[in-house]
């Protein structure tokens, strides 16, 4: 996995201020085709930040979001956009 991106060391130090934690990059979940549409047709990149719990069931008849993850990754998408006016 590139860290070393533009776009990936925003999403890092947004999801640290907005969790207070180093976050931890793991491949996992499924795929999400509009993202490689984005590259191709708009030329830009896409960050995905999973703010899901292992227990959340996604996509299951039981499926939840811990709320309070939910208004940090609110607070995450700030940073992130904060970070990114910063760069260049």
């Known amino acids: ?4 991106g533009r776009e990936m060391q925003a ?5 640290e201020r907005a969790f207070g934690h180093r976050p931890v990059f793991v491949r996992d979940g499924g795929s999400i085709p509009v993202v ?3 590259k191709q047709v708009l030329g830009i990149p896409s960050v995905l930040m ?4 292992p227990d959340d069931n996604l996509h299951s008849p039981n ?5 309070p993850n939910f ?6 998408s700030i940073h992130f956009m904060d970070e ?3 760069k260049e």
Do not use: C, Q, S
């Open 71 to 76: 208004y940090r990754g609110i607070l995450a």
């Open 50 to 53: 999973g703010l899901g719990l």
């Open 63 to 67: 499926e939840k979001l811990y709320l």
């Open 11 to 15: 999403a890092a130090k947004a999801l």
């Open 36 to 38: 490689t549409t984005f």
């Open 1 to 4: 996995m590139d860290l070393n």
């Open 84 to 86: 990114l006016a910063r």
